[in-house]
C-alpha cells in the first residue's frame, strides 16, 4: 500500500513566512506594493505573490522610485538602502527576519566599538548574497567576507579578528573555520567569533538527513535560486540516492513510485507548505 509523509520540518522558516505574511497583509490594503528583491528564492511562490500585486525591484529601480510603499524582505538592507528610501519619502515594510536583525546590529557594535582597535570583522558567508551585503554594510564596507578556507589568506593573523557568520551558513564549516583561523593567530592577538548561524536552518540537515533514510522516494521540491535547497537536497541524496529535486508538482514523475512506496515529500526553508501538500494530493490522486 502506497503511504506518502511530508516532512513536518520542512517549509518555509520563521522569517520568510514572516516576510510573506507581511506582503499579503499590504496587499489586501489595495494598490502597489514594491518588492526589494525576490520576497523568497521560489518561482512559484514569487508568481503567485505578483498575481496579488506584488512588484519584484532591483536597488537601481528603487533609487528611481518615490511616494510608494517598498517591502525589505528577509535578508535585510544595509543602512544605505534605508537612507534612500528616507530620501524618497518611501514608506518601507520591514520584513527583515528577526535573527538577521540582531546579528546586524552586533556586527555594528563591534565596528562600533573595535574600529579604533584596528580589529578585522570577518564574515563567513557567501559574496553578494543579500543577507552578506546587509551585514557588510553595517561596517561601511570595511569587513572581509570569506566564503572558504582558501580566503583565509585576506586575513592578518597578527592582528586582532572578530568573526561573525552569514545565518544560514553550515554549522560543520563555519567550525572548521573557526580551528583554522585559531591555529594560525599569532602575535597574542585576540581571535573572538560569534556563533550567529540560525538553528531552525541547521538543524534541518541532521533531521532530513533521518527523513531521506525511512521512505523508499524522496521528493525534494525547492525553487531553482533555493541555495539553502540545493544544500539540503544534496544531503537527501547522500542518505537516499532514490531522492529527486522538482520545483513543481508538474514536474512529477509517477513512474518513478511504485505501488508499496513510502513515498517522502520536503524541501526548503523557502518552500511554502501549500506547494508540498499540493504535491502530496496529485500523488494520491494518480495513485490512489
Excluded at 41 to 59: P, Q, W
Excluded at 120 to 130: L, R, S, W
Excluded at 164 to 171: A, D
Excluded at 223 to 240: D, I, P, Q, R
Amino acid at each position: 500500500m502506497l503511504k506518502v509523509e511530508i516532512d513536518q520540518q520542512s517549509g518555509c522558516c520563521f522569517g520568510v513566512e514572516k516576510a510573506i505574511g507581511k506582503a499579503e497583509e499590504e496587499l489586501r490594503k489595495g494598490g502597489t506594493l514594491y518588492s526589494l528583491g525576490d520576497i523568497v528564492h521560489n518561482n512559484i511562490e514569487t508568481e503567485r505573490l505578483a498575481e496579488m500585486g506584488l512588484v519584484t525591484i532591483d536597488h537601481e529601480a528603487l533609487k528611481k522610485l518615490k511616494n510608494v510603499r517598498v517591502l525589505f524582505r528577509a535578508h535585510g538592507e544595509p543602512p544605505e538602502t534605508y537612507r534612500i528610501a528616507e530620501e524618497n519619502n518611501i514608506e518601507i515594510i520591514d520584513a527583515t527576519c528577526p535573527v538577521v536583525l540582531q546579528l546586524q546590529k552586533r556586527i555594528k557594535k563591534t565596528y562600533c566599538d573595535k574600529t579604533k582597535e584596528r580589529t578585522q570583522i570577518v564574515i563567513y558567508g557567501k559574496k553578494g548574497h543579500a543577507e552578506v551585503n546587509g551585514l557588510l554594510g553595517q561596517t561601511e564596507g570595511t569587513a572581509i567576507v570569506i566564503e572558504k578556507k582558501e580566503d583565509l589568506d585576506k586575513l592578518d593573523f597578527s592582528k586582532d579578528i572578530s568573526l561573525f557568520s552569514q545565518t544560514t551558513s553550515l554549522l560543520e564549516d563555519f567550525q572548521e573555520i573557526v580551528s583554522l583561523i585559531r591555529e594560525k593567530m599569532t602575535n597574542d592577538a585576540i581571535f573572538e567569533y560569534h556563533d550567529t548561524i540560525c538553528r531552525q536552518v541547521s538543524n534541518r540537515i541532521p533531521h532530513i538527513k533521518t527523513f531521506a533514510k525511512q521512505h523508499d522516494i524522496i521528493f525534494f521540491i525547492a525553487g531553482e535560486k533555493s541555495s539553502n535547497g540545493k544544500v539540503l537536497f544534496a544531503e537527501c541524496k547522500k542518505s537516499n540516492p532514490n531522492s529527486y529535486f522538482i520545483h513543481s508538482s508538474n514536474e512529477l514523475d509517477m513512474s518513478l513510485i511504485k505501488d508499496n512506496y513510502r513515498v517522502g515529500i520536503c524541501g526548503a526553508t523557502s518552500t511554502p507548505r501549500w506547494q508540498m501538500e499540493a504535491l502530496a494530493k496529485k500523488i494520491m490522486e494518480l495513485k490512489p
